[in-house]
């Protein structure tokens, strides 16, 4: 029995000892991996190279795919063997040249042939047409339009003092006693923050087009337009809280500063289907999120940053997490261990899957196929991730991503029990970019006041682009209205409420009699007498 047990003993510990091998093993291929990454980014680095910062599933992975259409049908594909893909013979289509849209000006000019203007057009009959239309460009105009008021007596009283003196009615200009018109304005702020021009590329612009503008007059214009646009913007504001979930997110942007820039933040607040706004802060903290989210009660979807924590809780906001952004570490820890990971990325590709095929599914539609198809695709990875806590390396990619998981499950489950809310927060994300855009333009903003500007106007861009306006048909338009519109009624002005406002007559009336309006549409001649 000694001799027996000894044996036993011995076997127990080789295969432990056999098990701990393997897992040395696998930890110094992972750390292999770990250094052999790290050196090719730094010398990346070296060579001044800036990689792609998206993060993509790798393409034409075979295993991956499977992995994915296994979780979508319910069933695990076993892998086929490797054969030449045929593809299906096919003729390409010749391609049709679109028309040209029908608003377009259009001039005519009539060929002939020299035969015929030297023997007159008696000579000849036509017996057909060949049209061509080719497209071509005038350069940008700028109008001046003169406002004449002549002053008026009765006749037979203009020598009384007391005679009654009839003027006309100044028009009315966005800024008040200001030289440029609402189309002038809407123009220059489409130029610097739709097109991301910086003023001295703007004055350029202007003075090819024949008139000297400085950026400090620009300036100057689009610091009283904000004054004039703030209200609206806060009346979206204040509607966008009304609604039952947003989507929140934050980037950086340098500030001017006398000795050395300083380090900003532009925050995106997205309302989907009715507004974008954007905030300013100097300080990424809870303090900046108060202000863009003050006293919100609906759903929140923001990545996991902390300084959301504080808002969060009974009575105060709800959290939903984003799939995205776990993805992201989730594509981070494939390129260490993919036979690993490779499962945990097909459970969240499958899950996108899903959305994309019910995104305009009726609600019960929706919750439905949450509940069937994506829950047990859910939990399938969560389990994935309590299997692997243990084995991932402090530090690793891995860990990253199984903790960040761990740590936002609640907030990742949310989108199961409410069909309105989003899997991910890839709108706010895709806002935000107009700011990075702009960045890489601009480079900096000059001062607070003037990044808070830029907020105010980047806000009804993105909120036009919501909602499919042109901006600066919009912008001009709601500089003609604003001066003289009520401010109880502000939000009519919004672009979620354009297309309602623009179809009462009284708002019609109003942009009609706008002189310089007028000008900008190129119908209207006013004769001066």
């Known amino acids: 029995m000694e001799q027996a047990d000894l044996i036993a003993s011995l076997l127990a510990r080789i295969a432990d000892l056999e098990a701990r091998v393997v897992q040395l093993e696998r ?51 076993t892998a086929p ?12 289509q010749k391609p049709v040249r679109k028309p040209f849209p029908e608003h377009l000006p259009r001039v005519s000019f009539e060929i002939v042939p020299p035969e015929v203007e030297r023997e007159g057009r008696d000579a000849f009959a036509v017996i057909g047409v060949e049209r ?16 004449i008021k002549k002053k008026f007596v009765r006749k ?44 001295h590329r703007m004055e350029g612009i202007y003075r090819r087009d024949g008139i000297e503008l400085n950026r400090s007059t620009l300036c100057t214009w689009h610091g009283q337009l904000g004054e004039l646009a703030r209200p ?25 500063h006398p000795l050395r820039c300083k380090r900003g933040h532009f925050w995106v607040l997205v309302a989907p289907g009715t507004h974008v706004l954007f905030e300013f802060s100097m300080n990424h903290d809870g303090r900046a ?18 300084v959301y924590d504080h808002i969060y809780g009974p009575g105060k906001a709800t959290e939903a997490g984003c799939w995205s952004h776990l993805r992201q570490y989730v594509l981070e820890a494939l390129r260490i261990d993919p036979d690993r990971v490779r499962e945990a990325l097909a459970s969240i590709q499958a899950l996108f899957l899903i959305e994309r095929s019910i995104q305009r599914a009726p609600p019960l539609e929706r919750t439905r196929t949450r509940s069937e198809r994506s829950k047990p695709i859910v939990d399938k990875f969560f389990a994935w991730c309590e299997e692997h806590r243990e084995s991932a390396l402090e530090g690793s990619p891995l860990n990253d991503a199984i903790r960040y998981a761990t740590n936002q499950k609640e907030a990742l489950e949310r989108f199961l029990d409410d069909q309105k809310l989003p899997i991910h927060n890839n709108l706010s994300g895709l806002n935000l970019r107009r700011q990075a855009v702009g960045r890489k333009n601009w480079l900096f903003v000059g001062s607070e006041d003037g990044a808070k500007v ?19 048909a919009y912008l001009r338009d709601l500089f003609c209205l604003l001066p003289g519109w009520p401010i109880t009624r502000v939000l009519e002005l919004a672009p979620v409420n354009w297309q309602t406002t623009m ?6 009336t109003k942009l009609g009699d706008n002189i310089f309006r007028s000008v900008t549409l190129a119908d209207h001649q006013r004769a001066v007498a």
């Open 27 to 77: 930890e110094r291929d992972e750390y292999r991996q770990l250094y052999l990454l790290a050196r090719e980014e730094n010398e990346h680095l070296k060579r001044g190279l800036i990689g792609q910062q998206a993060h993509r599933a790798p393409e034409n992975d075979s295993q991956l795919s499977l992995a994915v259409l296994g979780l979508l049908l319910g069933e695990q594909p």
């Open 232 to 256: 609206l913007v806060e009346a979206m504001r204040i509607d966008a809280l009304a609604q039952p979930y947003v989507c929140v997110d934050a980037t950086g942007v340098l500030v001017q």
């Open 132 to 147: 061509r239309e080719v497209l071509e460009r005038r350069p940008a105009s700028l109008v001046v339009v003169e406002v």
């Open 289 to 306: 999120v108060d202000q863009l989210l003050g006293g919100y009660t609906g759903t929140v979807v923001a990545d996991a940053h902390n």
């Open 156 to 199: 037979g009283a203009e020598t009384a003092l007391s005679s009654a003196v009839l003027v006309g009615e100044t028009p009315e200009l966005p800024i008040p006693r200001g030289t440029a018109g609402p189309g002038l304005l809407a123009d220059s702020i489409v130029k610097r923050w739709q097109d991301h021009l910086p003023l």
């Open 503 to 508: 179809g009462e007559a009284q708002v019609q």
């Open 454 to 472: 830029n907020a105010t106007f980047v806000a009804l861009l993105a909120s036009c682009a919501m909602h499919r306006i042109e901006p600066w």
């Open 81 to 92: 063997a490797a054969a030449p893909e045929l593809v299906a013979a096919h003729s390409r």
